[in-house]
């Protein structure tokens, strides 16, 4: 059974950090797509960064460039998502999820297999 646990949400001021973790039970990370979603209040879901699963290579929106870095520890099973910089417009249940496996490319979007049940993230101004 697959199980993606995510950890490290909470309540912080803006200008402020937090580490979200991702613990993966079931699957092997290094070889998945690895992402990070979030969902604020009112809105649809979204794509906020990913690892894919051969080289490392990471992606990530435009609106965390420069302050969300994503990771992986492959000895750990465990994807990380570092936020730096928090503004308010970052509240939101962030989820990790897992998919395409192997495969060289993959749509964020769409193509995920396994998704965790999210931790609120709340940036207070």
């Known amino acids: 059974q697959v199980q993606l646990v995510e950890s490290g949400g909470g309540l912080v001021q803006a200008g402020g950090s937090l580490r979200l973790s991702c613990a993966a039970s079931?699957?092997?990370?290094?070889?998945?797509?690895m992402g990070w979603f979030r969902q604020a209040p009112g809105k649809e879901r979204e794509f906020v960064a990913a690892v894919t699963w051969s080289g490392g290579r990471t992606y990530s929106t435009d609106s965390v460039k420069g302050r969300f870095t994503i990771s992986r520890d492959n000895a750990k099973n465990t994807v990380y998502l570092q936020m730096n910089s928090l503004k308010s417009e970052d509240t939101a249940v962030y989820y990790c999820?897992?998919?395409?496996?192997?495969?060289?490319?993959?749509?964020?979007?769409?193509?995920?297999?396994?998704w965790g049940k999210g931790t609120l993230v709340t940036v207070s101004s």
């Open positions: 079931g699957i092997t990370v290094r070889n998945y797509h």
């Open positions: 999820a897992a998919g395409c496996l192997f495969r060289g490319s993959c749509n964020y979007g769409s193509s995920m297999d396994y």
